[in-house]
């Protein structure tokens, strides 16, 4: 049995790794709904196989200085350079709607809960 992360990644990707590192940990939660979705964000450099287009996702490679931020969620240039940098941060979105958010704080940790 995998662990769920790495089910994750296969079924969203059909990439294979077993150097998973997580970086981040994010609460977003919506007006309205009561349940926050608490988000793990992964990184690695270490994979195996294409990554394929699935039901989550539409791969695609982008130059570091030309990430479409413009069509991404409102958070992610925020929390973006953090990942990219290889700093672990913690974060908290509050949004009305899904692109305008009224309350945040991300901030850089020496460790996530789970370490």
Do not use: A, C
């Not at 995998?2 to 919506?30: A, H, N, Q, V």
């Amino acid at each position: 049995m995998w662990p769920m992360d790495l089910l994750e990644l296969f079924e969203e990707s059909s990439l294979k790794s077993d150097d998973l590192k997580e970086i981040g940990l994010i609460d977003f939660e919506f007006v309205g709904d009561p349940q926050i979705l608490e988000v793990h964000v992964f990184t690695t450099s270490k994979f195996e196989g294409e990554p394929t287009e699935s039901s989550e996702m539409r791969p695609q490679w982008f130059n570091v200085n030309d990430i479409p931020f413009d069509t991404m969620w409102p958070d992610d240039h925020l929390w973006f350079p953090l990942f990219l940098n290889g700093t672990k941060f913690k974060g908290y979105f509050l949004f009305e709607g899904h692109d305008k958010i009224l309350k945040q704080t991300l901030d850089k940790v020496d460790s996530l809960p789970d370490e």
